[in-house]
């Protein structure tokens, strides 16, 4: 079957006074229908760059220089603004972190629910409004009718989340994209969001490209994962295959790094020595070769990028040849 | 772990209060106010560390910022070896202040953005006469290595720096007075995994190597378990549970604190589908906490009385120090 978004060889830049710095190197990677796909990184490694290309959401200074994003057979950076207009919110929506700004603060959830639908299901404002309270009470909030009339600083957070959610689902997207969408949370709240995301992915059968740094979030709720690490993957894999055999260094690092509240009390945490470096786009080898315990002369040199098993694929020499002992 | 008449605490709060006008609104006798800590008791003792968790507006941080006496209580006390620091007179403070030390979450907004790391550090140094002008520049090269910096980095900026170094220097800056204890107040939740570790680290080296107490406040159970000898579990002003950590990893009793740990991610895929306390409703306003138990509205356990009587925390077995405020699952436990 066709892949529902495919991308290829995707390649993002900064620009400015006539320098470029590239962000994000040759990303490659396809979601099938109904599936969830997490890429997880820490902070600056291009995940929300990535996740804002796909919709031609990237700020100005930003750009992108090579690639193309297939989405259901079309490639949308051919596409004009006009085009992608009819794309974006209906085919395919995103769910920001910030939902404070993402939300308009002088129009009613009600006037922003029913902007879209009017909008790309063509209703007329009373089947709009009908339907805009549907989704309201969809999305878990209770008293939906008095939720149309408010202004979203009168939500809490939670409440301004599962409206940005209903928002997306609307139109009854095919993809959804989430940027982050439980990190300003409180725990107990983003268990209810996350589980709300998920009943409605299955409901309608969604796909979801889900950005996160919480690597327990990504064992609640992946179907595939993909670990990003300066501007590159590092690796790919299905949620149980990742876990099970972590294969890059820097995913082994990850995982070990984080507390989990059922570990072994006693154990020491394990840390990532250094940071990441700077300019990394100019490092002809392996990116995390600096920080990483199994590096060897060839590291230095270039780059490899490899499937190990079916959709098993890793950006490492020593994990390619299988010499880095499992733990 | 520890026996609660083994030690002498260090700390000692009792009926402590916080109440903050709410904005907007005129001050006067009736006008409403954000209960933000609403009457709590807890002891800190020497050398541990007692990690305070709970979700945003739980009244965590008002009360870290009490203990290091940056606040007034509105009522109840602080008691530092037995003296009440919310009575101290802002001379009396002064000295024990350098003994009360706070890291703050924010790393950026906590450290002078006009000031070298070196003059942030000589700064309390220098006022609190830690160190004279002569042995200002050895103490600060061996601060700067406790926390893992190089010495060569002591001129530059702040933004200079990455956030997982800015933590180092804030911690650096409180260990600058060489204090008894310091609050660290949500000190990783900013930073990438990879570098909380490394900063959870250094904490606990520094710990054993000076013999510090802690207050390890957080809103997230793994970091604070891996850290906290003892925890405390907060909501809505109040704490609902109190424990060693790992008699309350073990048995958790107030339904708050279960609801707490199921709501953790757990990087493990295969348990995905595990049976888990989802708790209902949002977190309600402290300006009006709900009557009775205050987690009443969003309790799968709650029973008529929950809504009228509220709970005191008292021990789970006599004697324990494990204690929960939820007299339901309790009465419960001894059937």
Redesign the interface.
């Known amino acids: 079957m066709e892949p529902l978004l495919q991308v290829e060889d995707l390649t993002i830049a900064f620009v400015e006074d006539n320098t470029q710095t590239v962000v994000v190197d040759k990303a490659g990677f396809s979601v099938k229908s109904g599936e969830v796909i997490c890429i997880v990184g ?2 600056g490694c291009g995940k929300s760059v990535t996740a804002l290309s796909l919709l031609g959401l990237l700020s100005p200074n930003a750009r992108i220089i090579d690639g193309s994003i297939i989405f259901e057979g079309k490639d949308l950076l051919k596409m004009n603004e006009k085009e992608l207009d009819g794309i974006r919110g209906s085919e395919a929506t995103m769910v920001f972190q910030d939902v404070m700004n993402s939300l308009n603060p002088v129009l009613t959830i009600g006037n922003q629910l029913t902007e879209i639908i009017r909008i790309h299901m063509g209703y007329d404002r009373k089947k709009a409004n009908e339907y805009a309270i549907e989704m309201i009470k969809k999305v878990g909030l209770p008293d939906a009718k008095a939720v149309m009339k408010k202004y979203p600083h009168m939500l ?1 957070g ?2 301004q989340q599962r409206v940005m959610i209903a928002i997306a689902l609307a139109c009854g997207p095919k993809l959804i994209i989430a940027d982050e969408p439980t990190t300003a949370l ?7 969001i996350m ?1 709300l995301l998920v009943e409605l992915q299955k409901e309608f059968h969604m796909s979801i490209l889900l950005i996160t ?8 709720l ?1 179907d595939r994962v993909i670990i990003m690490y300066a501007g590159q993957f590092m690796e790919e894999a299905p ?2 295959q990742l ?1 099970d055999h972590p294969s890059h260094p820097y995913t082994r ?3 070990e ?6 570990d072994d ?1 006693d154990k ?6 250094g ?1 990441v470096p700077d300019n990394y786009q100019d490092i002809e080898g392996c990116r995390f070769f600096g920080r990483c315990s199994y590096g060897i002369p060839a590291c230095k040199e270039k780059q490899v990028y490899s499937e190990l098993e079916e959709g098993h694929f890793v950006r490492c020499h020593r994990a390619v040849k299988e010499e880095i002992p499992f733990v | 772990m520890y026996n609660k008449e083994d030690r002498k605490p260090l700390m000692v709060t009792r009926g402590l209060k916080k109440y903050y006008p709410v904005r907007g609104t005129t001050i006067g006798k009736n006008s409403p106010v954000t209960h933000a800590v609403d009457g709590v008791d807890f002891e800190i003792y020497e050398g541990e560390t007692l990690g305070i968790v709970g979700e945003s507006g739980c009244g965590k941080s008002t009360i870290g910022r009490q203990i290091v006496a940056l606040e007034k209580p509105t009522s109840g006390h602080v008691l530092y070896q037995g003296e009440s620091i919310s009575e101290m007179s802002t001379r009396q403070l002064r000295k024990i202040r350098t003994q009360l030390q706070m890291v703050f979450q924010d790393s950026t907004s906590s450290l002078n953005p006009r000031k070298q790391v070196y003059d942030i550090l000589a700064a309390p140094m220098l006022y609190h006469g830690i160190t004279t002008g002569d042995n200002l520049d050895g103490e600060i090269n061996r601060l700067l290595d406790l926390v893992g910096l190089p010495k060569s980095m002591k001129h530059r900026y702040p933004h200079e720096f990455s956030g997982g170094q800015r933590q180092r220097i804030g911690i650096a800056k409180a260990l600058s007075v060489k204090p008894r204890l310091i609050v660290c107040d949500e000190p990783v939740s900013a930073l990438d995994v990879s570098v909380q570790a490394q900063i959870l680290n250094l904490l606990k080296q520094l710990q054993d190597e000076f013999k510090l107490t802690y207050v390890f406040i957080a809103h997230g159970l793994g970091a604070v378990r891996y850290v906290s000898s003892r925890i405390a579990i907060m909501y809505l002003g109040r704490i609902v549970e109190i424990a060693n950590t790992q008699e309350l990893f073990d048995d958790p009793v107030h339904p708050y604190t279960k609801a707490l740990f199921d709501a953790s991610p757990i990087p493990a895929p295969k348990l995905r589908g595990r049976e888990r306390i989802v708790l209902k409703g949002e977190i309600p306003s402290s300006v009006n906490p709900p009557k009775g138990c205050r987690f009443h509205t969003r309790c799968p356990y709650a029973i008529p009385s929950c809504e009228i009587n509220d709970p005191p925390l008292i021990p789970v077995k006599p004697g324990s120090n494990h204690m929960a405020a939820c007299p339901v699952l309790l009465a419960e436990r001894e059937r």
Not at chain 1, 186 to 192: A, E, N, P, R, Y
Not at chain 1, 268 to 273: D, E, N, Q, T
Request: a negative charge.
């Open positions: 820490e902070s809490s939670g409440m409180d725990v107990t709240i983003q268990l209810q589980k740094h919480d690597i327990g979030l990504v064992a609640e992946a949620v149980n876990f690092a990850l995982l790094s984080v507390p989990c509240i059922y009390p020491k945490l394990s840390s990532i020595p940071t």
